[in-house]
């Protein structure tokens, strides 16, 4: 089970993580990005120059020669329900090198956007949805409601499982009033999109291979 769920623990909870270019970056270290698509599947993970995948430890990590960071991001499109959104179904990074695959898994779910694991979630994993939420102003956020139509009463398409978000609040377990805000409360309870703009800045450095 543990390939199902969505660890944080490698990931950095500030805006430190790595750019495309600039000191630290994917062309300092000669590191590319492959964004693979199948079907309701998106694939990301760092590659060398070939696209050989690097979270499977068949590559040599950075710090080693020809060696590139590892990490990889894996989402799968909800059929119904959930606004269409696509589910974060596992991810695993070096130390900072994580935001920059979640940007582009989110870049790359387009309008459909990009939603935390429904069944289980690190307290890490929290930590970084609730910093999308209240501290990235280039991330739009849509709200989502429970399977009881809490929010919207005659609206189907929004209702969406609340396990996860029950871990982190004990309000979920209320009544009325209580419900409704922990749904707008809960970063866990909303769909994330942003423009293409780390995608156009990989495509730009010619770092982006795309499947």
């Known amino acids: 089970m543990k390939l199902l769920i ?5 990931y950095l909870l500030d805006e430190g993580g790595r ?9 300092e270290y000669d590191t590319y990005i492959v964004l693979y698509r199948s079907g309701p599947h998106i694939r ?6 070939k696209g050989h995948n690097n979270s499977g430890g068949d590559l040599p990590s950075i710090g080693y020669p020809g060696g590139v960071p590892k990490g990889e991001v894996r989402a799968t499109k909800v059929v119904s ?7 974060v179904k596992w991810s695993e990074a070096e130390d900072q090198w994580g935001p920059l695959l979640y940007d582009v898994v989110m870049e790359a779910a ?3 956007g990009l939603m935390a694991d429904r069944s289980s979630l690190s307290a890490e ?6 910093f999308y939420m209240r501290s990235r102003d280039d991330v739009q956020k849509k709200q989502l409601d429970d399977k009881a139509n809490t929010l919207t009463k005659d609206t189907e398409e929004d209702n969406c499982g609340t396990t996860t978000a029950r871990e982190f609040d004990d309000a979920f ?6 419900v409704q805000q922990a749904l707008i409360d809960s970063p866990v309870m ?3 999109t942003k423009g293409p703009t780390t995608i156009q800045k990989l495509e730009a450095a010619e770092r982006l291979i795309k499947r």
Do not use: H, I
């Open 173 to 178: 377990d209320g009544y009325g009033d209580m």
């Open 110 to 112: 387009g309008d459909f």
């Open 44 to 49: 990301v993970f760092y590659s060398n120059a």
């Open 81 to 87: 329900q959930c606004l269409g959104a696509y589910q």
């Open 6 to 10: 969505e660890n944080w623990r490698k």
């Open 125 to 130: 994993a929290f930590n970084v949805w609730r």
């Open 19 to 27: 750019t495309v270019t600039g000191p630290g970056g994917l062309v």
């Open 190 to 192: 909303k769909v994330y």
